[in-house]
């Protein structure tokens, strides 16, 4: 017998919703319509306490732990997001959408403005961080949930978690934020322009405004190529890739991809074009460029979280260049010096930021740990 | 009243050879009519002990200490190299060659193929460090130098040097490498291969043959772009821009260069498209991707170093991570282990792997001491 929650429309994988009215965004601009793609799983308690939110990073999307359309491949966090895992629908109500200026059915760049019916391309407004979170917190009163549990998220997903505690400290009772940061540094802002130059150099990007039939992949390709070197280690490269070659037993004296590393990087920026918008990509590393949550408040980041009633766990990975240790710790700093519960590990690994995707038993038991620990 | 080094016009700034006969080169094929751009700077000592050859890097050229007729810019390691310097014109007699596979003078794929008096483009055979190094002592038997006091550069000049006592082991008396390593990492080829990648995706590339009016700008400025940030630390990037912007007061939310470090990458990347060649780009990143000095004596470095009688200088620096220390270390333990004088320090820089081109008097001092020590 199919229980109330189970018919119920709004539940379930692969859902849509359509906000009514304006959405308003932090640069002062609106959208009609707003559309949010998003996935639950597992049954909302009768006492709303069980919401667990889960954020996906720059090129992620709702399927946390169910199988990607395109790609077919298994939901991004399965390792950590399913039966028997930390975040259980046995247990937890879950919720992942995709996020404000993505391409897997939230509103972004190529969608149809519902007022000209016109994919808005570059006339999409530019995007925060916030604006994502606000889009959530909209998804949630669709779903009828109050308070958050928990949110969790690594990387941009970390950076959505962290905002919640900041724009919605009343509706968060705890945070993880795993390989993150409270900003992204001069560093990070220099990656994420190579690809953007990448993606506009390529003349099939027309202003944005590329049919999808022809979308500037070569661009987008390079950008994710860029980006994926700093998904990964030195150590984590070397020990996988190292110099060997590709199908060969000498050096070819080419520019064919002779070495392994570089077969792989090819193949990473090709598939990447296959499932994500190369618009998409402008907007969404913008958002990340201008993630700041100190900014606000003169550079002092506890101020940010002087609000906030959430406990927090914090995650990073020793190899991570990107989202390095030192920034997390500058979030333990901040927390507590905003009075905040804060549990800190780093946690040691070879393989970089993608470190949060991967087999991690020991960022699963603090996960699991700090959840159930709850009160 | 002139001396007769002064009238030997193989001396001086702006210089070309042309070597006689084929030059054969490591794939196999080789290359007629070879051109060497170079200058020399001082006069050769009559019994010849007083020859310093200076090895650019990756986008260097022969002008070490002279205005670079493109830009107008000072030489590039005019810090090292002129009156009252460590090399010193007064004391050494100095000699830069622009390398094989360059576009300053020194013949590569922009050159014309005296075979067909069509550009080589990519019909350029694919070149090495030891052809690179090869080309040099070519032009130290035109120059009448047997014997070098020193070999000297950083980067990828280091790398020619440390090759110079590999290959040539009785023409190098000591050899001082600085910001460099043995061989690329696979962290190095993924990122040679993204700006490789984007070169390629310009159409305006055309499979290599664009003429010289319709280069194929955009892609050779994102390659520079990427390459530019491993030229730089996190840290002194932080330090440079952090998240300051770049003649407003507040985000613009648009996709201008709104950070200062967007306006700088840029810049970079437009203003290297004004003096370089993509081809040559192409040629030299992959001679850079193929060098292993240990890979022809099955991956044992001390090995490669067993011929040669040279005294050794390393120097790195604390925030390279192109050619981090622990290259350097791994360098040194190998010409330990070949019984050679090898002395090593690690300077403290935040400007990472560009720190061997900016003011560094300990680098200086290291230098001038390592010379003047010369028995």
């Known amino acids: 017998m199919a229980t109330a929650a189970q018919i119920d429309r709004r539940f379930g994988l692969d859902r849509r919703v359509v906000l009514p009215g304006l959405f308003a965004l932090a640069s002062g ?19 709303g306490g069980n ?26 966090w399965r390792r950590l997001v399913g039966a028997g895992k930390p975040i259980d ?7 992942c959408s995709n996020v404000l200026g993505g391409c897997m059915g939230t509103t972004g760049p190529s969608s149809l403005d519902p007022l000209t019916g016109e994919r808005y391309a570059m006339r999409f407004p530019v995007i925060t961080i916030r604006d994502m979170v606000n889009v959530q ?34 509706r968060v009772q705890s945070v993880i ?52 070197i700093t998904y990964l280690s030195e150590v984590g490269l070397t020990e996988k890739f190292g110099r060997r070659l590709q199908d060969r037993s000498g050096l070819g004296f080419s520019f064919d991809a ?3 590393v570089e077969s792989y990087l090819r193949h990473q920026g090709l598939s990447f074009t296959q499932r994500f918008d190369a618009n998409s990509y402008l907007y969404i590393t913008r ?22 009633r959430a406990r927090f766990a914090l995650i990073s990975f020793t190899s991570d260049w990107l989202y390095p240790t030192a920034e997390a ?19 040691d690994s070879p393989y970089g930021h993608d470190a949060f995707l991967l087999d991690a038993p020991e960022m699963n038991r603090i996960v699991d740990g700090f959840l159930r620990a709850e009160p």
């Open 287 to 308: 958002a990340l460029d201008y993630f700041d949550l100190a900014a606000p408040h003169d550079g002092q980041l506890a101020r940010a979280f002087a609000g906030s």
């Open 89 to 95: 629908p046995a247990r937890h109500f879950i919720i």
């Open 51 to 76: 919401a667990i939110l889960v954020c996906h990073a720059l090129t992620g999307d709702q399927h946390v732990a169910s199988d990607h359309p395109v790609t077919g491949k298994p939901g991004w």
């Open 329 to 347: 710790r500058r979030l333990v700093r901040a927390l507590n010096a905003a009075g905040a519960a804060v549990s800190f590990c780093e946690l």
């Open 29 to 47: 601009q609106s959208l009609a319509a707003l559309e949010i793609g998003y996935e639950t799983y597992g049954e909302l308690a009768p006492d």
């Open 258 to 260: 002779e070495f392994q």
């Open 177 to 228: 934020g795993i390989a993150t940061a409270a900003r992204h540094s001069a560093q990070n802002i220099a990656f994420h322009e190579v690809g953007r130059q990448a993606i506009m150099a390529d003349p099939n990007w027309r202003g944005g405004d590329y049919p999808s039939d022809a979308p500037p992949a070569a661009g987008l390709a390079v950008a994710r190529m860029a980006a994926h």
């Open 137 to 170: 917190a909209e998804l949630l009163n669709h779903l009828g949930v109050g308070r958050l549990r928990a949110v969790v998220g690594g990387s941009m997903g970390g950076m959505q978690a962290l905002d919640w505690a900041v724009a919605h400290p009343h």
